[in-house]
């Protein structure tokens, strides 16, 4: 089977841990298993979150310079390679000597007109106080939210995914049995300008939604969206919280998820099931095997079979 199979935030920082290289690798070390599993038996594509690794690089280009911020292209092609690298690294640790493996900086081409740029959602960055959000966005011209903390963050707009650039590399690499790891943190956002240029925006490309279509444009058999919750809830901590184990595309979508977790994992696995008429999981990354077989998470197909015991 060809499979891309996206990775949430947890497999490179688990809750409350300290970013650090250490803590990071040794994450990646515990996701290689899981994906090793999976690669000697099928064609993997591994595509990755980098929300908290955006963050420190703005940190740290705003210590260098706190009036001249890094565009969040070129942020997310330094993330693309720095988590690709460690998830390489280890991946190629964890498998059969012989065994290939790349990994892309992926270009991904927005809609200029996406109604996302007239509507920043996405956070990303530190928090600000009030009177500090007040000055960063004056020297930036940065839109801010406040978060239920009561602090403040920049949002961005998160434009729909509408080509993978590059499509082509990525099939050649597969057709050579390689192990491809792209579209990090939803892809280096670009979109084209009046001239017909390709250029870097400021926006934050949703990474599920990206996997999905890339797991329809490379014909997957399966997209596994592998995080650290076990499935889809329904009335998740409420008191009649339940796990889903089967659901069609139009029953997932009709579901009350939340915009900032499983939502959006939700919204990509509605459309890759439905462009696609295969089938997507949603689970926990230890799961990972078994989610494909359907032996535990949430499987999202046009007709799903119950759960395996």
């Known amino acids: 089977m060809r499979i891309v199979v996206a990775l949430g935030g947890n497999a490179l920082l688990r809750r409350d841990e300290p970013m ?24 993997i594509i591994v595509a990755h979150g ?13 210590a260098y310079d706190p009036a001249k911020p890094w ?35 992926s270009r991904v081409e927005v809609d200029p007109d996406d109604p996302a740029f007239s ?18 966005a004056a020297d930036h011209g940065w839109e801010m939210a406040k978060e239920a903390s009561g602090d403040l963050r920049r949002v961005v707009p998160s434009p729909l995914p509408q080509r993978i650039v590059g499509l082509e590399a990525i099939k050649t690499l597969l057709d050579a049995q390689h192990i491809v790891i792209c579209a990090g943190g939803g892809g280096i956002p670009v979109l084209r300008n009046n001239s017909g240029d390709m250029e870097g925006v400021e926006a934050v490309i949703d990474k599920d939604r990206t996997s999905a279509l890339l797991a329809s444009d490379l014909g997957a058999d399966a997209l596994l969206l592998l ?26 979508e009709a ?33 990972a095997r078994a989610i494909l077989e359907g032996r535990a998470g949430t499987r999202i197909a046009p007709n799903p079979e119950p759960i395996k015991k």
Not at 119 to 136: F, H, N, Q, R, T
Not at 227 to 252: Q, R, S, Y
């Open 20 to 43: 650090t290289p250490s803590a990071q690798r040794t994450n990646v070390r515990i996701a290689a298993v899981a994906l090793a599993d999976l690669a000697l038996e099928h064609q």
């Open 50 to 62: 980098n929300g908290p690794q955006v963050g420190l690089l703005a940190l740290h280009g705003a």
């Open 71 to 105: 565009p969040l292209d070129v942020l997310g092609a330094e993330t693309e390679g720095m988590i690709g690298y460690l998830i390489e690294q280890e991946l190629m640790n964890a498998l059969p000597d012989g065994s290939l493996c790349a990994t892309l900086l």
């Open 119 to 136: 509507a920043p959602s996405k956070p990303i960055g530190p928090a600000y106080s009030a009177d500090e959000a007040k000055l960063v």
């Open 227 to 252: 995080t650290d919750v076990a499935a889809v809830f329904k009335d998740f901590g409420g008191p009649d919280e339940a796990a889903i184990h089967h659901i069609t595309p139009e029953a997932l």
């Open 255 to 287: 579901l009350d998820l939340a915009a900032g977790s499983m939502g959006p994992k939700g919204a990509a696995a509605a459309a890759f099931v439905r462009s696609s008429g295969k089938f997507a999981g949603i689970g926990q990354l230890s799961d």
